[in-house]
């Protein structure tokens, strides 16, 4: 499902110079007894996942069919980056399935929050908040918002179209759910916000959304145990982890994670925030950034080709995406495009990837990692949502970093309750 192309990476140590270190790596995941540990439930959870609760999902969303057009899903970093990564990859941006979701709890801005309001008066509306302990700031407010919007529009009723993700037992939001009789689903207590899209955090929304769940979760079970190997000849994540490494060591302070399809800018966020939040600590690690190209060819294509080389470059290939068409002729060619008549526009997209791959690497001597994808399926993101996890876990293990915690957050939060005025 995925393939690993290090041919332009510009590495100079060799991927299999750290097979004993992979080892040690693969043992830390694997055997829980390193930094973190109490949060690697991620790593058996695709055949572990509570099958149960499984069932109680699909069964509530055939409860909820017909009576709902809209999904609000209000959460923060990992309770919506994977969600929403998760729907725009595999529905696209504009899906016709007649569902529209609509992230809140994200953002303190008034505009933003104040035209969600007004764009869904007339909608029929569905609203999941997702939050481990209920007082995570962006989504207590929002929650608050269209808690009361809910309650206003449908009365008693509101109470089942409210859905709860979050702890199996403590927390306010888990309070307010028993008080309120809303449905609640668990946020595992082993398994930290970013890596938690193949729970009920990511499943939820997908499931509303009309995504097979199922096919998720099977790719992430093949995925675990096809990565399941120490073998760096074998195991691409961890090859990938490798390049990543050395590049650092060269000197790369910033990865540019690169897509071609505008339907994957969130993978491209989601992958910011797994990475950023893991690996930034301690004074080490590399910047996470991202682009789409073409699109920001035109932006920072000049900065990537001539610049100062503090980046290399990591590109997602998926290599079928759907809906392609023929570009159409012209009789008269004014726009002399007529080269391209009868063309795929997959075709002129490949090629400028091509091009684009051996400008960067070939003349502007920037290191490029692809990643090659076989789809855009709900299996293939599954597959991919696992490759990442076991590669940035194990990134960080070579750093001897803990991946699994965040203390660096912490900071912006007490100076801005500071400000508001908050006890």
């Known amino acids: 499902m995925i393939t690993l192309d290090l041919s332009n990476a510009h590495l100079n140590e060799k991927i299999s110079d750290y ?43 055939k409860e909820l069919d017909g009576k709902y057009d809209t999904v609000l899903v209000c959460g923060i970093g990992g309770s919506y980056l994977g969600a929403r990564a998760a729907l725009e990859m595999i529905n696209g941006l504009y899906p016709d399935n007649g569902v529209e979701v609509i992230f809140v709890g994200n953002t303190f801005s008034n505009t933003y929050i104040s035209q969600v309001l007004n764009h869904i008066r007339n909608k029929e509306v569905v609203l999941n908040v997702i939050s481990k302990s209920g007082t995570t700031t962006e989504t207590s407010l929002a929650f608050r918002v269209f808690k009361q919007f809910m309650e206003e529009k449908y009365g008693s009723e509101a109470k089942n179209r409210i859905i709860a993700t979050t702890d199996k037992a403590r927390g306010t939001l888990k309070a307010l759910s028993d008080k309120e009789g809303y449905k609640t689903f668990v946020i595992p207590d082993d398994i930290g916000g970013r890596y938690s899209v193949s729970t009920p955090v990511g499943l939820i929304p997908m499931v509303l959304a009309g995504v097979d769940i199922e096919a998720v979760m099977k790719g992430s079970l093949d995925a675990m145990n096809e990565l399941n190997t120490d073998d760096l000849n074998k195991n691409p994540a961890y090859q990938y982890a490798v ?157 001897d970093i803990n991946p699994f915690n965040q203390p660096g957050v912490e900071v912006y939060k007490k100076k801005m309750f500071k400000l508001l005025g908050k006890e």
Not at 24 to 31: F, I, Q, R, S, T
Not at 311 to 338: S, W
């Open 19 to 61: 097979q004993s270190e992979i080892s040690k790596v693969h043992g830390y995941l694997h055997e829980r007894n390193y930094k973190g540990s109490d949060f690697l439930g991620w790593v058996n959870w695709p055949k572990d996942y509570d099958k149960e609760e499984f069932k109680r999902i699909l069964e509530f969303k």
């Open 243 to 399: 390049a990543r490494r050395i590049l650092n060591k060269q000197g790369k302070r910033s990865e540019m994670f690169v897509t071609y399809h505008l339907q994957l800018t969130m993978i491209a966020e989601w992958w910011k925030q797994l990475f950023g939040e893991s690996e930034g600590k301690d004074g080490l690690g590399v910047l996470p950034t991202s682009a789409c190209f073409s699109t920001d060819l035109h932006s920072l294509g000049q900065f990537v080709q001539d610049g100062d080389k503090v980046l290399y470059e990591t590109i997602l290939n998926v290599e079928n995406m759907p809906l392609d068409f023929d570009f159409p002729a012209d009789e008269e060619n004014l726009d002399g495009m007529n080269y391209l008549a009868g063309k795929k526009v997959s075709w002129v997209n490949k090629q400028a990837m091509l091009g684009t791959l051996s400008a960067h690497a070939d003349d502007g001597n920037v290191p490029n990692i692809m990643i090659n994808l076989k789809d855009n399926s709900a299996y293939a993101f599954g597959y991919m949502i696992y490759f990442f996890f076991i590669a940035c876990g194990a990134t960080c293990y070579m750093l």
